[in-house]
């Protein structure tokens, strides 16, 4: 087949990068494919030739043209044309002559001469040519097609290798059987148990074989991966001194030609951005973008850092593009071609390229530094306190730091796409019908804080913590197992020194204070779950755990009290929402997601527990009525109360509520007798509820509200507002 050459170049044009053949058999590469005066990407429905001289196989664009329309060819004189025509004749020549002034002057005033000059284009400031960086991708595709054609060789002579040992292993055991069989030694039923014996150890064995397989092959694909992205910064490093930039440059923010060694960060994320709204239109191009394919990575980076000025834009668009993507749940065709356009993620579909992998690469076409770190990470299946094998693949995990802005900073494209939250795998334009946001990527996993990801990724470098001081691995195993939300939410342990690992003292207490943020604090509620650790039971002795932990809120800080009813070890499991009030009296459910987690060790227990009476799950005390029903408490501001026979518990409202309903309840007394105990009454905006206890001991206190509206409709159910916890004592 004969080599095609493109017109503008002369170089060989590949199919993954040809336009044409236009009208007059002439092929372009796509980056060549430019107006010969301005250089203005073309397509081929936009694309002009010059009428006026048919030898003249250049492009231009509809400004830069002798003849106005596309593909238009000249009018014909027309002596015997109507007056309308011979007017619409002389208006053309005029056309044409001031058209073709245009261009002898923009000739002239550009001294373009044939091959054109490189034309810089705006937006993510590029420096490297279009052309150049397109021919270094299809070297680094041709690499690639190397790569992948070794990789089958390899699987096929592996598969046969393993078929050829399997058969013999079965061959030689069958016959030993039938040995056996012949002698009386062996019968029917272990035959079928040799045969279901020796699959299980052929499936064991395939299963080890293809896990070592993918990594060998993950390890040389992101060596490959590693030497072009050296060579794609290295094509940034020439244009730069080509073209005559320099570091003093201000149309073009400098950026070392070298990745700099890892160091901290000299300001905290915030500092950089405090809301996602400064990434709203390259967050929207990345939203669009994701639904259409490419052929080249190259294409792909320009248009997706299209509106990027800075190097922090051009790394969001990567991130967003890989977050919205979901290339985990994407489906390839078979024998996928490495040409077409889903042939560009061709490494997601073998299973050889990551996502890290992947980030790294297209940070090298856009001209970033990136890495790919290696280490453990508190994962899936991650409890606190177990212990981290330097010799085992459990827990292992990559992820990726990019120098921005002149900080190396931390990106996780993996658990920052883990959200799609009541949406279909196709809506990918990140709104669903009703024009609510469908996606809910994670933010935290984008330029995290070092101070905030060490809590969840342990480096095997210790330099690249970016940590003044570096944590051993036994402190990372130590400190608090949190979520990202925790730092979402602004979260805080009031204990600097806590442990993932809590000890109960004698009586099996224990607790954990979590300090709530100055903003945005009203609005969050809690959650806990507590479980034997060894196992998903989430009782004793008939009992709930959650009887045994009681939370509470006071002072800008929430505490979960724990009391291990026996000497056992327990998982404590803390989850948070931030709702408002309104959302809240509608009594909806609310879903809480995991914020942190503890293991309490109780090693010795002196006294028995006794639990807390069975209310309402959540906090004790009037906080909540406070935060999110505006009912502040006029004689009770603590959640445990201690009185005689009788109390009187007062609040003041300040927001309509139409009715309160108060239940009392004690351990092993059925609520129905008690249901008399306790009586609300409401006089203006005072709420009194009058409790009087039929014998001494521990009791919990639930008060439920509705709210007033204005229609008639009393169906509106009640809706749990705060709980006390009293104590009696009749003498």
Known sequence: MAKLSCHRCGKQVYPTDKVGPLKDSSFFHNGCFKCYICGTRLALKTYCNNRNNHEDKEVYCSNHVPIASPHDLPMEKKANGSPKERAAEKQYKIDAGINDMKIAHAIKATGVAKPYPKIMHEGAKYVVDYDDQTRLELIHRGQEDELYKNFGDERLIEHERFEKDTREEWEQALADFAKKFERGQANKLQKDDLIRQLTIKREKKLETITQRRKERERHKTAELVDVQARE??????????????????????????????????????????????????????????????????????????????????????????????????????????????????????????????????????????SVVIKGFSKSAGYQPGLKFDEGSYRFRNTWNAAYLDGNWRFVQCNWGARHLVNAKEGELNGKGADGNLRYEYDDHYFMTDPEEFIYEFFPSDASWQLLPRPLSLSQFERIPFVRSLFFKYGLAFTDDTLESQIYTDRTGAASVSIRLPEKGGEDLIFHYNLKLYDSEDTSMNGMSLKRFVMQSVGDKVVSFRVHAPAP?????????????????????????????????????????????????????????????????????????????????IRFKMTKPLSEFVASLHRNRTDDRTLAPCAKCQIRGDTVSIWVEFPEEGQYGLDIYTRQKTSSSDSRQLLTHCCKYLIHSRLN
């Open 232 to 369: 794609m910064l290295e094509l940034f490093k020439q244009s730069r001194m080509q073209n005559g930039f320099s570091e003093a440059d201000q149309a073009l923010p400098s950026y070392p030609a070298t990745p700099p060694p890892p160091a901290p960060p000299s300001c905290p994320k915030r500092m950089v951005y405090t809301s996602t709204e400064v990434f709203e239109s390259i967050d929207q191009v990345a939203i669009d973008i994701a639904q259409s394919e490419f052929t080249s990575f190259t294409e792909l980076i320009r248009i997706l850092t299209y509106n990027a000025t800075c190097d922090v834009d051009k790394a969001r668009a990567i991130y967003r593009w890989i977050t919205i993507k979901n290339l985990n749940t994407m489906v390839f065709e078979e024998g996928l071609d490495s040409d077409s356009p889903m042939g560009l993620l061709r490494g997601i579909k073998y299973g050889t390229e990551s996502y890290h992998v992947l980030f790294k690469r297209l940070c090298s076409y856009a001209g970033l530094h």
């Open 568 to 648: 056992r070890p327990l998982l404590l499991d803390i989850f948070a929402n931030s709702v408002s009030s309104g959302h809240y009296l509608t009594g909806q459910p609310i879903k809480f997601k995991s914020v942190c987690k503890f293991k309490i060790m109780c090693e010795e227990l002196s006294v028995i527990m006794v639990p807390l009476p069975e209310c309402a799950s959540g906090e004790w005390g009037p906080a909540k009525a406070r935060r999110l029903f505006g009912i502040l408490p006029v004689t009770h501001p603590e959640p445990i109360i201690n009185t005689g026979r009788t109390a009187e």
